[in-house]
């Protein structure tokens, strides 16, 4: 039974091969026949390989501790649900699972209708094909993803119980997602190329796919985030660790790529630029499994003596040589795009985001590389601390969100003085009044930075939706709330792009919030005793030991008041896991609007006689905004995803 | 057409100078040294009293625990050499004798580490060390 899954999967590696070489062989002699076959062998490639993830899962449900990897993550007593996702804690298991996505993506990519895709299909089939090859090797022949123990063990080493948590059930597999995305995006880019497909065309065909990819590696990241914050315990969400870098590089890039497809859609202009970006957001997605597999030292977390590293880092050279070399030839056939003609003109504006948003991406790469490279280069090894980071990246997103503010109000070519006034001053007025307000209540500076900085953009969108919903309320006798949705319908892509605007405004204004102004206390608590935090007071009224076959747990309950009521009680756990005769902290978080009570309880004796325990609370305002706005990313993916607007390619008859 | 492409390369040359002000600025105050316990003993008083980034294995010597005053008190060792590293606040997960530890802090002249962070150097945070 396990069998037939290998087999299916070693079947799959000269199918593949096939369908590459016969594609390129097939545009060569232009033989229609040959490239229907390795059209149909694209296919069976998927086919083979959703079969051998079929049932390497099955083995896992089976728990068949006879297979290695199946033994290494999973046992008896994992939940059905964590048994699957115990796939993706595993090293080949990660890559294999990767692996079938890129399959999928292929075959959805074959099945694509259109002028624009039937002319460059053949070429981007040919290179979704050859990185497949490279992905199937790893699992096949770099190391076995079937290997057999030797002897059959008893019970499985069982999921990390870190890793036994619902973040961590979505968060790999939507990074998976998204860069399986940006690779099809990489695809069609490089075959435009290659069949010199001018950009207004190909920037048209790509939008959806870009879309889709950014879209899922947000909320990717961001449910990485949330599981650090949910489960770690240390009430943070973001460390700057390589292996956290390496999911956000691609992103930060992709972001740049996804507006520099505008300014090609509508005028033509940053060609080259939005070539380079989509190749380097491709060699940044295969970037970050060389970091996870070790690649790059991190100190926190990533895949043990992992054999991919050089493998990986070979083919992002190969890529880049390639794909780079492949661009240096057409340029010269590039279309005059349209040059902004004034330096205040929505042109700019979305030039300096993108180059904000690499100059970001390369800070974050310095950042992670650097120390490994003085220390290759037989420097002295060093660390770079957060605050690094922190001080680089955090004034250039302070821009960026900034920046969200003042693009919509710019018109297009050239912004006539008058208008920016106009349209600048009254949201501008609003917002310092916001700040004088907010300063004078004596909450904070930072709030009043914040106010004026995630204030601006969010008032500026505001308004111009009112604007839109009143304009299409007055001429087309529509009620509010219809013209408002009418409106969103009639430009998806820029509307879309506003819902996700006020999703990264609310991100940032969470991240300022809980950065500069979260309290945090540690103290050893008595049956009884009580400790004050901010407004919080937290009693400590009873430990309960309970055992089971996993674990034995030691749940705190703490009654919680604010400001002298009471507000509820709070159960946070320390948990002594017999599998991985470890100890894990299960926090308890309260939250609200304002902000976020969190409570971990950090060590106890479990001792029935004396229930000394040792409690970590914090107070993170406005956290919750964070994930708010992972809704509005996702809200405003969706909306922007089905915009339907007229394929340049179809235009053509 | 010249005076905006103009103004942008010179837009273009201070955001550099910024950028680049920013990273000098805040690499030279980041940067700490990365040293294993041999390494920092060999260096003889050096890394005294700076921050730094020492590597090494839990000893198996025992680990105090002060609840009262959230003081953590325990050795590690690496190549021969054994340091005390005193850290305010619990044990992390995946602290036990033997396992690989990066502590974050500064030596004192008393003959203490005390550690402002202990980073668990765990591999076998996704997978089991073979």
Redesign the interface.
Known sequence: MIETGHIALIIALPVALFSAIALIVGIRVSSKRLVAGARFSVFTVSVLYTLSLAIILYAFVAKDFSIRIVAEHASRDLSAVYTLSALYADKAGSMFFWGWLISLFTTMLALQKGDYYQKIMPYALAIMAIVEIFFIALVTVVVNIFEKLPSLPPDGWGLNPLLQNFGMLVHPPLLYLGFAGFMVVFALVMASLITRCQATEWSSGVRGWAVFAWCVLGLGNLLGMWWSYNELGWGGYWAWDPVENAGLMPWLLGTAFLHSIVMLRQRNYLQTWSLVLIIFTFALTLFSPFITHGGIESPLHGFYGSPFPPYILAVILITLVGSLWLLSRRRHAFEKGVKPESLISRESSFLLTNIILVVLAFIVLAGTVLPQIIKALGGTHIALERSFFDRTCGPLLLVLVFLMGVCPLLGWSKSAWPSIKRNLLYTFLATVVMAIGILISGVGNWYATAAIICGLPLLTICVEWYRGTRARHRTGKENYLRAFFSLLNSNRARYGGFLAHIGIILIALGIIASSFYNMEKTATLDIGDSLNIGDYRLTYNELVLKQDNVKVSAVASVSVSRKGHTVGVMRPSYDYWFSHQDHFAEVAVRTTAAEDLFTSLVWTGYDPEDKTATFRVLVNPLIVWMWVGGGFLLLGGVVAFTSREKRLSGEKR | ?KG?KK??LI??VI?LLV?GY??Y???G???????TVSEFFARGTELYNT?V?VAGRIADSPVD?D??D?ELRFSITEGGDNMTVIY????P??F?AGSSI?VEGKYHSDGMFRASQL?M??????????
Do not use: D, H, T
């Open positions: 057409m905006v103004r942008y837009g273009g955001l950028v920013l990273f600025l805040s690499f105050s980041s940067v700490s040294y990365y040293v921050n980034r625990w609840a009262e959230l305010q606040g619990a044990k997960s995946g036990k990066l980073i150097k765990c591999p076998s945070k996704y997978e089991l060390e073979e």
